[in-house]
């Protein structure tokens, strides 16, 4: 099943936000979910820090994809090689 994704401003780990119901216009068009003014306060499994994000912060997630953690990015393993 599909989801949508966010990514811990701490330690740059993906976790999942909610699921994406099951059906033809969910997975091809899909829609958000509603997020209020102030955001909502998520915490990491990773690294337990607790922050506040918004809607677009959220990133939609396949499930035949894996997400990529923070210590595969290549921005990352770059950054280690300077």
């Not at 401003?9 to 979910?33: H, I, M, Q, R, W």
């Not at 337990?48 to 595969?72: E, G």
């Amino acid at each position: 099943m599909a989801s949508w994704l966010l990514h811990c401003k701490n330690c740059g780990e993906a976790f999942a936000y909610s699921l994406v119901p099951d059906t033809a216009t969910s997975y091809y068009l899909p829609s958000p979910p509603a997020f209020p003014p102030q955001g909502r306060e998520r915490e990491c499994p990773n690294c337990k820090t607790k922050s506040a994000y918004q809607q677009i912060d959220l990133r939609f997630q396949n499930s035949s994809v894996q997400p990529i953690s923070a210590s595969h990015r290549w921005w990352t393993l770059a950054a280690s090689q300077v």
